[in-house]
């Protein structure tokens, strides 16, 4: 019986695996990126035209070279960049940029920051933050007089 019981399971088994089939998915590996799970803005000075923040970032990568870091402006385009030489990729990185608000910037705008992080392969990852500009203490004041 038990006999049986093994050549059962052993058919079984087989049958059962000759129903997966494999497929083609239409896609193809080309390689791997960065991941960026952490993206902030900080600085003690209001977001007004004309002041610096700190964009604090991290980045990993485990199974490829990160080889740039490029932070963008929805206005400007590339506001700051490096290379980064030496990664090790079982670690991950916190780096920073300082950003300047465009002195031209309107009160009450919003400004979009996208860090992208580029790989040996050519592969980039990106993640963006929205700044709010305020709107200057001595305006909020009047406004709040005229109500």
């Given at each position: 019986m038990k006999r049986y019981t093994i050549v059962l399971a052993l058919l079984l088994t087989t049958a059962?695996?000759?129903?997966?089939?494999?497929?083609d998915e239409g896609y193809e590996f080309v390689g791997?990126?960065?991941t960026i799970p952490m993206l902030t803005i900080s600085g003690d000075a209001p977001l007004l035209p004309g002041n610096t923040v700190?964009?604090?970032f991290r980045y990993y990568a485990e199974n490829a070279d990160v080889v740039a870091l490029r932070l963008l402006d929805s206005n400007e385009g590339t506001v700051a960049s490096r290379e980064v030489s030496g990664h090790n990729r079982e670690d991950s990185y916190e780096d920073a940029f300082d950003y300047t608000i465009p002195a031209d910037a309107e009160f009450g705008s919003s400004i979009?920051?996208?860090l992208e992080v580029e790989t040996s392969n050519n592969l980039?990852?990106?993640r963006t933050v929205t700044l709010e500009v305020d709107t200057p203490a001595e305006e909020e004041e009047e406004d709040e007089g005229e109500g």
């Open positions: 059962l695996t000759a129903c997966f089939e494999e497929r791997f990126v960065a700190t964009v604090n979009v920051l996208t980039v990852n990106s």
